[in-house]
């Protein structure tokens, strides 16, 4: 028979088996489980609860039930006790190679018309988040991953051991194994499905779909040649295991091209390009890290040149041009760091290569490079580097990571160009300039001073950022627009959001934001710099949570997600906890509350409370009270009230998941609402006003116990309160 009809009979026969709907229904049924029940990410975007989520749930089970209907095609002719007539009739290893085709045709064909029936809910669930090749790219790499990884792994079970019962087993134990905390972490140990930490809703997801490309395309590889491994296994002529397999491996052709790919997946494992290799033991290393740094150099100017060579590959090349004083006429070493991901190319000082070294010292997606610098007192040295950035390992799990894509572009620091202040002086007057070509719609944001150059004709636009004492910027890149926030102080802060956040920002929000920004000045101080140059940036995803550095203030996009703008602890509906958000550029970002002795006490309190004093002056003290102070003695009276507060002893007789639902609901309440109840009876104590001049003070200058942090003892000393004068009950 010909394998074009055999595959034919066993297209028809596989389409017709009752089985197969049923587990295709099933595979259908599953991303179902993923809106509420079954959540794999751990973001909080719209993208990754109405797309990642449901299309990761379909892709497990669907693992699971196209590795059944493998198993059982397979195994068919043998409970049937049909084996000995269908191998006289057709080789067994052909047989075995059209049912597999034949059973992945279906999975194939249940993933297209699962991925259609879940399309039209999922682009209304998003709506403004809703993106067609990213919905795409979701199908291909969560949903339809789950039957193609399940079918080559069931096929190659059953081929090497002719058990049903023992490959199920191993098949479900491997995807076990995969979603549990021995794999979860790494992107390339998921074989069944790709990580996703979380998606984004505006600046695209392109760090998951690369990793999710590049670990797909491995597994492919050691599964696809662990395949043609077991079809040399493939039971003939009542042979066993090890005679069937020397005897089909006189055809060479299936042996060597199991080893190729094997070869292949080994080397794509080895030279992944996403995550670098520090140490496990990098504390250890930072703490004996030696001083590289050098007073013979000082630093008068930098001059960067970048180019972004593919969106699509999120790859880069550079120049840096370092004008350097030499003050001690003899050749000094130079020692410069750059993220892990780059190469460099060639250096050259005073117009003449220079011999250097890569260190190989992984760091924290970084690595120091060495060079020697001639003994002229007047250097200028020139850097040519390049390649995709890398992220810290440790940060694996969520994907953090400087990331160059068509929708956005995030390089920082060392991933922009190569930094050399470990080493050297920094003249205060020192100039640093950029000077870097980024596609049409991609808005720049950065830490120094921002110039449009030209609009190229090959649909990019020519930028330029300075800056002054430093040999460091940091630069991101996305379809911002930007709002002029009134600080009331006679500055503004530039706020820049991604236009998919227009209509929901526009319904309010930013004027309740900007009320917000105006309160904190007039309370608290102002927040940036003297220049007026601080502003606030919507940054992706990934980036979970907020951070601050130079004179950019960063809100990722979690802050804007429905779990968010939805959260009771933070406020009663969506204007309101943005407001929150922003006070946390305050408090949280600027100022941070910390006690070693009290770990309920953070910064989330006086936000809180901040929040609450800004809804009496916009909304009244009625409404301020109704939402904000009665909800904080409700949530505090019933944590009490609990019977495992109570009796604390009972929780460690719990499974550990609901233990870990307990201490979660208590931190909550005594984060949001027990800090907060406490600086209200503060406030009732010593006055609103004297308590704003109190944390004014505190805004200022800090703590004392633990410098820098406000503890629970700086708070209450400088209310001339006594521990235990307020409380959370």
């Known amino acids: 028979m010909k394998f074009s009809a055999l595959i034919r009979v066993e297209l028809g026969r596989v389409f017709r088996n009752r089985q197969t709907w049923l587990v295709s229904a099933l595979t259908a049924l599953a991303p179902l489980t993923g809106y509420q029940v079954f959540r794999t990410t751990i973001g909080d975007s719209m993208a990754a609860r109405y797309l990642a989520n449901p299309l990761l749930a379909g892709g497990i089970a669907g693992t699971l039930c196209f590795a059944i209907l493998m198993l059982s095609t397979l195994d068919k002719p043998l409970r049937n006790g049909m084996d000995a007539l269908t191998d006289a009739v057709v080789h067994p290893v052909t047989l075995c190679v059209a049912r597999f085709l034949a059973v992945l045709t279906a999975g194939m064909a249940a993933t297209a018309l699962i991925g259609l029936l879940y399309l039209p809910y999922t682009a209304w669930k998003l709506n403004i988040a809703?993106?067609?090749?990213?919905?795409?790219?979701?199908?291909?790499?969560?949903?339809?991953?789950?039957?193609?990884?399940?079918?080559?792994?069931?096929?190659?079970?059953?081929?090497?051991?002719?058990?049903?019962?023992?490959?199920?087993?191993?098949?479900?134990?491997?995807?076990?194994?995969?979603?549990?905390?021995?794999?979860?972490?790494?992107?390339?140990?998921?074989?069944?499905?790709?990580?996703?930490?979380?998606?984004?809703?505006?600046?695209?997801s392109a760090i998951v779909w690369r990793t999710a490309c590049y670990s797909r395309l491995v597994w492919l590889c050691l599964l696809g040649g662990a395949w043609l491994l077991s079809l040399l296994c493939v039971r003939q002529y009542g042979k066993g295991l090890w005679g069937s397999f020397f005897r089909h491996a006189r055809k060479i052709s299936l042996p060597v091209l199991a080893a190729a790919l094997f070869f292949?997946?080994?080397?794509?494992?080895?030279?992944?390009?996403?995550?670098?290799?520090?140490?496990?033991?990098?504390?250890?290393?930072?703490?004996?890290?030696?001083?590289?740094?050098?007073?013979?150099?000082?630093?008068?100017?930098?001059?960067?040149?970048?180019?972004?060579?593919?969106?699509?590959?999120?790859?880069?090349?550079?120049?840096?041009?370092?004008?350097?004083?030499?003050?001690?006429?003899?050749?000094?070493?130079?020692y410069f760091e750059l993220n892990t991901g780059y190469t460099v190319r060639s250096v050259t000082a005073n117009g003449r290569p220079i011999k250097w070294k890569d260190l190989k010292n992984d760091l924290i997606a970084s690595r120091e490079m060495c060079c020697?610098?001639?003994?002229?007192?007047?250097?200028?040295?020139?850097?040519?580097?390049?390649?995709?950035?890398?992220?810290?390992?440790?940060?694996?799990?969520?994907?953090?990571?400087?990331?160059?894509?068509?929708?956005?572009?995030?390089?920082?620091?060392?991933?922009?160009?190569?930094?050399?202040?470990?080493?050297?002086?920094?003249?205060?007057?020192?100039?640093?300039?950029?000077?870097?070509?980024?596609?049409?719609?991609?808005?720049?944001?950065?830490?120094?001073?921002?110039?449009?150059?030209?609009?190229?004709?090959?649909?990019?636009?020519?930028?330029?950022?300075?800056?002054?004492?430093?040999?460091?910027?940091?630069?991101?890149?996305?379809?911002?627009?930007?709002?002029?926030?009134?600080?009331?102080?006679?500055?503004?802060?530039?706020?820049?959001?991604?236009?998919?956040?227009?209509?929901?920002?526009?319904?309010?929000?930013?004027?309740?934001?900007?009320?917000?920004?105006?309160?904190?000045?007039?309370?608290?101080?102002?927040?940036?710099?003297?220049?007026?140059?601080?502003?606030?940036?919507?940054?992706?995803?990934?980036?979970?949570?907020?951070?601050?550095?130079?004179?950019?203030?960063?809100m990722g996009e979690s802050y804007f997600s429905d779990d968010n703008l939805n959260d009771p602890d933070k406020g009663p509906d969506s204007a309101e906890i943005l407001a929150h958000e922003i006070i946390h550029q305050w408090w949280g970002l600027s100022a941070q509350l910390m006690d070693m002795e009290d770990s309920a006490w953070n910064s989330e309190g006086i936000t809180v409370y901040t929040t609450y004093r800004l809804m009496c002056r916009i909304k009244g003290e009625e409404y301020a009270r109704e939402n904000y102070v009665d909800k904080w003695k409700s949530t505090m009276n019933n944590l009490h009230a609990s019977f495992y507060q109570r009796n604390p002893a009972y929780v460690d007789r719990l499974p550990e998941r609901y233990q870990a639902d307990i201490r979660a609901t208590a931190d909550g309440a005594n984060w949001y609402d027990g800090n907060a109840l406490m600086i209200c009876r503060a406030a009732q104590i010593i006055g609103e006003d004297e308590l704003d001049a109190v944390w004014a003070r505190l805004f200022l200058e800090g703590g004392t116990e633990v410098p820098s942090y406000i503890s629970v003892n700086d708070f209450l000393a400088a209310c001339g309160l006594e521990k235990g004068a307020v409380g959370r009950e």
Request: net charge negative; glycine share 8%.
């Open 130 to 204: 809703f993106s067609l090749s990213d919905y795409v790219l979701a199908v291909l790499l969560f949903l339809l991953s789950g039957p193609v990884m399940g079918t080559l792994a069931a096929a190659i079970c059953w081929q090497l051991t002719k058990r049903l019962d023992v490959s199920l087993v191993a098949i479900l134990a491997a995807l076990i194994v995969s979603r549990s905390s021995i794999c979860r972490d790494s992107f390339l140990l998921q074989w069944s499905v790709p990580l996703v930490p979380t998606l984004s809703d505006a600046f695209g």
């Open 264 to 334: 292949c997946g080994g080397l794509l494992w080895q030279r992944q390009p996403f995550v670098d290799h520090t140490p496990a033991k990098w504390q250890e290393l930072m703490e004996t890290e030696p001083d590289r740094s050098n007073k013979a150099l000082m630093l008068r100017r930098t001059e960067l040149n970048v180019k972004i060579d593919s969106y699509t590959l999120g790859t880069m090349s550079g120049t840096a041009n370092y004008h350097l004083q030499n003050a001690s006429g003899a050749p000094q070493d130079l």
């Open 372 to 554: 020697v610098l001639p003994a002229d007192a007047e250097i200028d040295l020139q850097v040519n580097y390049g390649g995709m950035a890398q992220m810290w390992n440790q940060m694996e799990y969520a994907l953090d990571a400087n990331v160059i894509s068509d929708r956005n572009v995030t390089m920082t620091s060392k991933t922009l160009a190569p930094v050399v202040s470990g080493c050297v002086l920094v003249a205060d007057d020192a100039n640093i300039t950029l000077y870097v070509d980024l596609k049409n719609g991609l808005i720049p944001v950065g830490t120094g001073a921002l110039t449009k150059l030209a609009d190229n004709t090959g649909k990019t636009a020519s930028w330029r950022m300075e800056d002054t004492g430093t040999d460091r910027l940091f630069l991101y890149a996305g379809d911002y627009i930007c709002k002029e926030i009134d600080a009331g102080n006679g500055t503004s802060i530039p706020f820049y959001y991604s236009q998919r956040y227009q209509s929901r920002l526009e319904n309010g929000a930013l004027d309740l934001m900007e009320q917000a920004v105006q309160y904190c000045t007039e309370h608290y101080g102002a927040k940036g710099n003297s220049d007026g140059a601080f502003q606030i940036v919507q940054t992706t995803a990934f980036n979970f949570g907020g951070f601050a550095v130079g004179n950019i203030s960063g």
